[in-house]
């Protein structure tokens, strides 16, 4: 329920997808928002107002001239208790006029009286998207404030192939909680790692632990939400990467400590999540071991890996680095004393009651004015004060 209390008004205009649009009222009702249609004329010859009514439970606004408004100015009506006002999809004929300042529809009275944040989700023709005369109109909508979402990239109704596909409607719900997030880490370059990393033995097996991702994965978003520009470099797993979120996928600890080295430089923080396995093989074998080929089991010869935050910690001049500890006896000590030896400002200390892979999470924030439980909660929740404290301490060191 992220968007719980939010007042939406979401325009539609007139273009095939206006049909992702029934999908993302959905969408956004799910996530507790109450949401008021109003369509463009060329919008109800794709979708017509009844889909969206019975979606949105009220009535559809299609004209300026409507007598359902007792004042008939729902141009201003509908907007003045409104959170934002979104138009999904946004066609490229409806953003030339919103770029001009034209009012000659109920959509384009309302984006121009509006009181309240506007949203555009852009889908048209790659040509249509391409054309100089769009991106000026852009140009200028983002010099007003408008927040432009996507578009994305692929094939497209009329069997072309390019930029101008609407995003799909759950990557717009993504943006617009994003969107009601505070801007805590705006113009700030943050490098997460997460996940397990995989050590090979040979070219079918390996040395790995159960990692989901999930809380790395978590504090990416957050920290993109939060307006920072953000690279996470990942072992495997089963996620999908946040949106605006730059992810580089590694497997093993060596890749993922070449991967961090390459893009540390600039930084101003770096968050260590990844369960990076302390040991590797020492020399993994180039072909699968065949069992019963020698007289005894194999033994794995083990060395160590590097620790990846303790030697970004150690940069001359290092970013604000956060580690994570998770244990499963005495977080507060062993956290503490991992907080010293790697010496970090830091560290997110998580003791595991039930093992890892769940939504919710128990932590602990330990820096240098002590420790900092923080109720239970969702990952997102908890990575989002997490994500509150690193601005503090970007703050005042
Ligand atoms: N870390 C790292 N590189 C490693 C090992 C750990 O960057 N090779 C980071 C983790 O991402 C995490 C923190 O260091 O932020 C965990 O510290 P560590 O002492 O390595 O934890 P454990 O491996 O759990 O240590 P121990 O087995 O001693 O509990």
């Not at 300026?64 to 979104?86: E, F, K, P």
């Not at 302390?278 to 019963?292: E, L, T």
């Not at 240098?368 to 601005?391: F, T």
Request: charged share 20%; aromatic share 4%; with cysteine.
């Amino acid at each position: 329920m992220e968007l719980q209390g939010k007042n939406i008004v979401l325009g539609v205009t007139g273009g095939i997808a206006a049909y992702k649009a029934a999908e993302l009222v959905r969408l956004l009702l799910g996530q507790g928002a109450a949401v008021q249609v109003a369509m463009t004329e060329a919008a109800t010859h794709f979708v017509t107002p009844v889909t969206f009514q019975a979606l949105s439970g009220k009535p559809v606004f299609t004209d300026q001239w409507d007598s359902r408004v007792a004042n008939n100015m729902a141009h201003i009506d509908l907007s003045r208790t409104a959170d934002a006002l979104l138009v999904a999809p946004a066609s490229a004929d409806f953003l030339a006029k919103v770029a001009h300042g034209l009012a000659d529809d109920l959509l384009t009275a309302l984006v121009l009286a509006r009181n309240c944040p506007l949203l555009v989700a852009p889908a048209m023709n790659r040509q249509m998207w391409d054309n100089p005369a769009t991106a000026r109109n852009l140009a200028t909508l983002r010099g007003d404030g408008v927040s432009v979402l996507g578009p994305a990239s692929g094939g497209q109704a009329c069997g072309e192939t390019g930029l101008g596909r609407m995003l799909e409607a759950e990557e717009i719900v993504a943006e617009l909680i994003a969107f009601f997030q505070p801007k805590l880490l705006a113009g700030k370059r943050v490098l997460l790692t997460a996940g397990p990393t995989f050590e090979a033995v040979d070219p079918v097996r390996g040395i790995t632990n159960l990692s989901s991702g999930k809380m790395g994965y978590a504090i990416a978003r957050a920290a993109r939400e939060a307006g920072a520009d953000v690279t996470l470099v990942s072992g495997p797993v089963d996620l999908a990467s946040p949106p605006g979120v730059e992810r580089i996928r590694v497997s093993s600890a060596l890749q993922m400590r070449d991967a961090v080295q390459q893009h540390v430089a600039h930084c101003d923080v770096f968050v260590a999540v990844a369960a990076v396995a302390d040991y590797r093989p020492a020399n993994p074998s180039p072909q699968k071991i065949k069992k019963g080929q020698q007289a005894k089991p194999p033994a794995i010869e083990l060395v160590q890996n590097p620790d990846i935050l303790a030697e970004v910690a150690a940069l001359p001049n290092p970013p604000l680095c956060v580690g994570f500890a998770a244990e499963s006896e005495n977080l507060h000590e062993y956290a503490e004393s991992k907080r010293r030896s790697k010496k970090i400002p830091l560290i997110v200390g998580n003791l595991i009651h039930h093992g890892f892979g769940g939504d919710d999470n128990t932590l602990t924030l330990f820096d240098d004015k002590g420790r900092h439980p923080l109720p239970p909660a969702p990952k997102l929740e908890l990575a989002r004060q997490i994500v509150a404290r690193i601005a503090i301490l970007l703050e005042k060191p």
